[in-house]
């Protein structure tokens, strides 16, 4: 039997324990299709550290795991600071607390993953997908450049071609593409995708807890060396994103997202 555990984030976010050593955090946002405002953010970054479970599982509701970064509260209430603090960005704590928790975090894709959605996903360490699914990266729609950190994990995860597709053509892929590409380990039916990311986090539970975490770290470090940047390139990075959230473009973006339209580019 689901043991629910508690409810975060005003009832957005879900904490269960399906099994033993296993925690499921579900995203119940369904009216805006699983979007990440900044208190469901908060409560991510601040649950995290504090669980203990041998294995995460990150999931949606309904057909959408999440539809990414809530665009129109942005509109509506924009974050206070610099441009580069919002680039930096508003998932900044939430990504790097599950990059940093000790164990591996799955991420059970039960429908469409779009921008900041997909990054979260992009920051767990295994993936698995529901057929229906479609992955998308709409940073060039907004007006925006990517921020270096974000870039950098799809760089990690399925290289410089797949990259470029994702975040050039800014087209939905499906979810066979997408393992094709190397976004997800794996595609299985729509009811399939809950049981099947509970038997992959049941099979690392099953493993040496001490080599998981270990291995886990390593691969961590390896990565953050491999991508580690001088100083003065990245400050340039934080600039040219910083630059686009002040352009022109990047307002009309929000603007056209809200009234429901396409935008019209001033290319300023």
């Not at 299709?33 to 479970?53: F, K, S, V, Y």
């Not at 729509?190 to 080599?211: F, G, K, N, W, Y």
């Not at 400050?235 to 990047?250: K, M, P």
């Amino acid at each position: 039997m689901t043991l629910v555990r508690r409810e975060l984030a005003s009832g957005k976010l879900r904490l269960e324990e399906p099994t033993a050593g296993v925690t499921r955090i579900t995203v119940r946002n369904r009216d805006k299709r699983g979007m990440l405002d900044q208190e469901i953010l908060d409560a991510l970054a601040t649950t995290l550290p504090t669980l203990t479970a041998q294995c995460l599982i990150v999931t949606g509701e309904g057909n959408h795991f999440s539809a990414g970064y809530d665009i129109e509260a942005l509109h509506e209430r924009p974050p206070t600071g610099a441009a580069e603090g919002l680039m930096s960005h508003p998932s900044n704590a939430a990504l790097q607390a599950i990059e940093r928790y000790p164990y591996p975090v799955l991420a059970a894709l039960n429908g469409h993953t779009v921008g900041g959605g997909l990054e979260l996903a992009m920051a767990c360490d295994l993936r698995v997908a529901s057929r229906d699914a479609s992955l998308a990266m709409t940073p060039g729609k907004l007006g925006l450049v990517y921020s270096h950190t974000g870039l950098r994990r799809f760089l990690d995860v399925c290289g410089l071609a797949n990259t470029n597709e994702m975040f050039f053509l800014a087209t939905p892929v499906d979810a066979e593409r997408a393992r094709e590409m190397g976004l997800v380990n794996c595609v299985v039916d729509a009811d399939e995708v809950e049981r099947t990311a509970l038997s992959m986090a049941e099979q690392i539970c099953a493993t040496a807890p001490l080599a998981v975490s270990g291995n886990k770290q390593a691969i961590r470090t390896i990565r953050a060396e491999l991508s580690r940047l001088p100083d003065d390139v990245e400050r340039d990075l934080v600039d040219l994103s910083a630059a686009r959230v002040a352009s022109a473009d990047f307002a009309e973006a929000q603007k056209a997202f809200v009234e429901k339209r396409p935008p019209t580019w001033k290319g300023r």
